[in-house]
């Protein structure tokens, strides 16, 4: 079991406050890497929970590695997020507080490879042009970074 399938067998559904680390992919185009989720239906970037131990950039690296196949050259650190807005109710149930540390990067490399036991889809959109639904904890992520860039 993973430390949070741990803690989940002794508290069940209660609200967690829990870190992760994601990471915002773009193109030379300035295009947004996305994945569909299975379990929800809705479109966010690479990223997961903290495992202990582990640090932000290792958890951003070893997250896109794992869900898109790619691996990313130098992570830029963009922000952290935290607050009400990034309360998340999953569909079984179990609730967190996310608090996201998120990074940016240009630069990857290796074979694109969709996990379908996580994700169904991966693409790169627009800034101006995103998929709909977005994944809730990371659409505020997103509406600031989108006001961040010029030009968008």
Not at 66 to 74: A, D, S, V
Not at 95 to 108: F, H
Not at 127 to 144: G, S
């Amino acid at each position: 079991m993973s430390y949070i399938e741990d803690i989940r067998a002794l508290v069940g559904h209660a609200p967690l406050i829990l870190v992760g680390a994601a990471v915002l992919i773009l193109n030379d185009a300035g295009e947004l890497l996305m994945l569909l989720r299975t379990d929800n239906q809705s479109w966010g970037v690479p990223g997961d929970m903290m495992e202990p131990g582990e640090r932000p950039e290792e958890t951003a690296r070893r997250e896109t590695r794992e869900e898109t196949g790619l691996t990313p050259g130098e992570l830029t650190f963009f922000g952290v997020f935290s607050g009400p807005e990034y309360f998340y109710r999953y569909p079984n149930g179990d609730e967190v507080y996310n608090v996201s540390i998120i990074y940016t990067a240009q630069d990857v490399k290796g074979a694109v490879s969709v996990d379908p036991a996580e994700h169904s889809r991966m693409a790169f959109f627009p800034l101006d042009h995103l998929p709909e639904p977005l994944a809730p904890a990371i659409k505020p992520v997103l509406d600031i970074f989108i006001k961040a860039r010029p030009g968008i």
